[in-house]
């Protein structure tokens, strides 16, 4: 028995039954050989965790633009987040945790530069169906390696393009949209737990808010610091799931649930969309703009960028040049499309 098996039969002795077992997933795109060390699920966190996407994300945003303190969040340290809250709910619960933190490390890697701000760009210049969700399943399926792409377990690649909910809801009413594994769906609440808390964390820290303007009763319900709130919440989830009709159900307490609620509101209202905020995405937008325009119009340059980036290469996989240059800049960190933007825009010295 190698050591992989082992680890399967461990699972299959202290897992619940809600949970997904390494050895029955349902497989890869392209079939390859077991790992004889190494489970399905940490054979993708590893792949995942390796990429040149996965790097990327530390020069991402998560919400302020080019932070002067080192202390503020980006992509990458949100990812990290997910990915501990949903591995501590998932070993709470007797679910996968591999898996779980396999989809937590792989949710964001489409993410664009200049955070949320950026994708609202490429949706306006490249197609109104572009979500960062289906990007971060393009990028393990088909833009790392050259086009190649990770080649990650069906869970695995479900939960990333299921995991986020935009300002709906948390759970959606329509099964059809719900991740396929209860590992999926854990990290879907632990996306929010994690970005309700650093999110207002960083805010403070940036005085886009002041701790008297903080809903009482979430102050009250959930916490005064980071670490109780996110010890509430995460209890609560846990406490309060239980099985119905043969399924998990994920659920809260209206008392808990209710003060998340609130607190998204107030940070959708006071940080997300506040003057402060709003201003930087507008000036990246007219980056992200002029950038996609160039590089349709420079093909020679395009070229060279995706082959920097180990991108596929014009032509490759029968994408369209618009497609190729979403591709581009939605892989580009905030630093790296900045410095683009100066060097093709600015004027330099001649003398």
């Given at each position: 028995?190698?050591?992989?098996e ?20 349902r497989?890869?795109s ?21 990429s ?14 080019n ?26 619960m ?5 898996l ?9 890697l ?69 991740p ?8 879907r ?5 994690a970005?309700?808390?650093?999110d ?11 701790d ?38 994920l ?28 201003s ?72």
């Amino acid at each position: 028995m190698t050591l992989r098996e082992e680890f399967e039969k461990r699972e299959g002795n202290f897992m619940s039954e809600f949970g997904c077992l390494s050895g029955q997933s349902r497989g890869r795109s392209r079939p390859e050989p077991a790992c004889p060390i190494r489970t399905a699920f940490q054979v993708d966190k590893d792949r995942i965790l390796f990429s040149n996407a996965f790097r990327r994300l530390k020069h991402k945003t998560q919400v302020f633009l080019n932070p002067s303190g080192d202390e503020y969040r980006t992509r990458l340290t949100h990812t990290l987040e997910v990915a501990q809250i949903a591995r501590t709910i998932s070993r709470a619960m007797f679910l996968n945790e591999d898996l779980a933190e396999a989809i937590a490390l792989g949710h964001d890697l489409g993410h664009t530069p200049f955070g949320h701000g950026g994708e609202a760009v490429l949706k306006e210049i490249f197609s109104a169906a572009f979500s960062h969700q289906a990007q971060s399943l393009r990028v393990v399926q088909i833009l790392e390696n050259y086009g190649q792409g990770l080649n990650l377990t069906y869970e695995v690649r479900d939960g990333i393009l299921r995991h986020s909910k935009g300002y709906g809801k948390i759970m959606p009413d329509d099964p059809r949209e719900l991740p396929a594994t209860q590992e999926g769906r854990v990290v879907r609440v632990a996306d929010i737990m994690a970005y309700l808390n650093h999110d207002l964390d960083d805010a403070i820290r940036s005085g886009v808010v002041t701790d008297p303007e903080i809903p009482e009763q979430c102050l009250k319900v959930l916490g005064t610091a980071h670490d109780e709130r996110v010890n509430t919440m995460m209890t609560d989830l846990i406490t309060h799931s239980q099985p119905v009709n043969g399924q998990l159900n994920l659920s809260m307490s209206d008392r808990v649930f209710g003060a998340m609620s609130e607190l998204r509101q107030f940070l959708y209202e006071k940080v997300y969309r506040s003057p402060r905020v709003h201003s930087e995405f507008v000036k990246a937008k007219k980056i992200m703009s002029e950038l996609f325009t160039h590089f349709l119009e420079h093909e020679a340059l395009l070229s060279q960028e995706l082959e920097k980036m180990r991108l596929p290469a014009i032509g490759a996989n029968g994408a369209s040049k618009e497609r190729l240059v979403c591709d581009l800049l939605a892989c580009m960190t905030d630093r790296y499309a900045l410095s683009i933007y100066a060097r093709t825009f600015f004027p330099t010295a001649t003398f």
